[in-house]
């Protein structure tokens, strides 16, 4: 069994021709830039813990390189139950 966040550490360092999104059960979670060899190892890892990911082909991506991404801030459900702040 792999650790939750070792699909975080996949990458080689070299120029990145794709990206890849990594979707939680409600929204994009993450995204990481990856070259060819390295898609299988992360959406494998990924999907072990519970992340669904999709496969986007590189846009203009001459300053990314494989391993590097972006993880977004969680979503704050506003005005649910147990939230006492009030929708705007």
């Known amino acids: 069994m792999t650790e ?3 699909w975080k550490r996949v990458g080689c360092g070299r120029p990145a021709l794709l990206r890849v999104e990594l979707y ?4 994009l979670e993450h995204a ?9 190892e992360l959406v494998a890892r990924a999907t072990l ?5 999709y496969r986007l ?3 203009s991506m001459e300053s990314k390189r494989c391993g590097e991404g972006y993880d977004f801030p969680p979503i704050v459900s506003w005005g649910g139950a147990g939230n006492s ?4």
């Open 24 to 27: 939680g059960p409600t929204s």
């Open 49 to 53: 813990v519970g992340l669904v990911p």
């Open 32 to 40: 990481r830039y990856l070259c060819v060899s390295h898609v299988s």
């Open 57 to 59: 082909p590189g846009r």
């Open 4 to 6: 939750p966040a070792a």
């Open 85 to 88: 702040a009030a929708q705007v």
